[in-house]
């Protein structure tokens, strides 16, 4: 029997396919990386006192005054960080439809060889990512409000607006688990990007890759924890 | 050695399918797999019963055709094809189950027997290069770098079997795929179709209905002839430096 020749094949093109969906979640992914890492820098200024860090805070609303009007850059990195938001998930969803789709049937037995916990953990990991940061913007820049005792009374002083929040030990608690959660997407995350932006042809690239995405995961979960934990336990005050 | 076999069995793409539980006796240590399930199927005609269907060919480990979900695990425990593993791999007394590979791009024909044609039209779409027939020209006139040379041959040995898609938890073929394009695109002869070769056979990937692939590595793990992970990163790489006018 002879082989049929296929017929033209389908253009899909190369923005509907699966590894542009791909490229768009690692570059996106790589902007939240720069960010959460910056992010950490300016926590971990909560430990130089309460001057120290609002004025620090104070500093990231006058970056490039007088060419840029106040609040300039602030603005900026804002749309962009949204816009990443909105093409990383509508990337996460429609991949996680296509998988999905690719296997109806589930396996009756499937092990899981060479999968670590991380890697099995993006999609729900990212998801609940995605309510924390929906919540963490609420409490801390869109309304402002506390949790615990003498709630909207900080709205312009970031160091007190931040020391009463975790003085409540579930918002702490809930805080901690988010940054483990972020951990543990950073970890796979890292390493996936470098992936995909094809960083990793040889198996010396992708072992400085796998390493960089542990190195940042612990660096960044570490760094976002110890302000809160040490606020809880009145070491900062 | 005896056993507890429970193995999916389906009539046609349109019947449900289930797992059934067969216990075989008599089994040896030195029996290959598909042997094993040799001995079950003249143990079931000698009932009367109708035979479990599954791929065999070369039973050499070269040829790709051979498949199976064994245990959770595409080929089974061990690194090599289904017809390469054997029964001394498995504890007597144990139970086994075997799935067919499980896509909606490799549709079940029956039991165990899925079509993997969507394999063929992906190389259709650009896994070749074009050359016109004639006498073989000087093997020397054309340098390849050793290290070109040795990582084309290595993916060069995939067979096609289908392990890489049916192990990947989103039933992606983006190792079969990076195979391929790794092959022909450390060679000379690849370069001339090296753009529109990875759109087209992405392109077509897609269309089969395979997943994307979330960089997880059960693919490499599965694959009976150890195609590495980084050949997807190669893929990633070609496809986004492909040329704009490619497909």
Known sequence: ?237 | MNLTLKIWRQNDAADAGRLVDYPVEGITEDMSFLEMLDVLNEQLQARGEEPVAFDSDCREGICGMCSLMINGEAHGPEVTTTCQLHMRSFKDGETITIEPWRASAFPIIRDLVVDRSAFDRIIQAGGYISVNTGAAPEANNIQVPKVAADRAFDTATCIGCGACAAACPNASAMLFLGAKVTHLGELPQGQAERSPRVVNMLNQHDAEGFGGCTNIGECATACPKEIPLDVISQLNKDFRTAKKYAG
Request: a positive charge; proline letters at 3%; charged letters at 10%.
């Open chain 1, 1 to 237: 029997m002879a082989t049929q020749t296929l017929p033209a094949t389908r253009r899909t093109g190369k923005a509907g396919s699966t590894i542009f969906l791909k490229t768009l979640m690692a570059v996106t992914g790589i902007i939240f990386i720069l960010f959460v890492l910056a992010h950490m820098y300016g926590n971990l200024k909560l430990f130089s006192g309460e001057r120290s860090f609002n004025t620090y805070a104070e500093h990231l609303r006058t970056i490039g005054e007088p060419m840029l009007p106040r609040r300039g850059l602030l603005t900026i990195l804002e749309v962009v960080l949204g816009l990443s938001l909105i093409l990383h998930v509508y990337s996460a969803v429609a991949l996680w439809r296509r998988a999905n789709e690719a296997r109806p049937q589930k396996y009756a037995v499937k092990k899981a060889v060479s999968q670590s916990l991380s890697s099995k953990t993006m999609r729900w990991g990212g998801l609940f990512l995605l309510l924390f940061v929906i919540w963490h913007l609420l409490q801390f820049t869109i309304v402002k409000f506390n949790v615990g005792s003498g709630g909207g009374a900080f709205q312009h002083n970031p160091f007190q607006l931040t020391v009463h929040a975790f003085q409540v030990w579930w918002l702490t608690l809930l805080y901690i688990l988010a940054m483990i959660a972020l951990g543990f997407h950073l970890h796979h995350g890292v390493w996936s990007a470098a992936q995909t932006l094809g960083w990793t042809t040889t198996p010396r690239a992708r072992r400085i890759a796998k390493t960089a995405g542990l190195v940042i995961a612990l660096v960044v979960a570490i760094g976002f924890i110890l302000p809160p934990l040490f606020i809880l336990f009145g070491v900062i005050k």
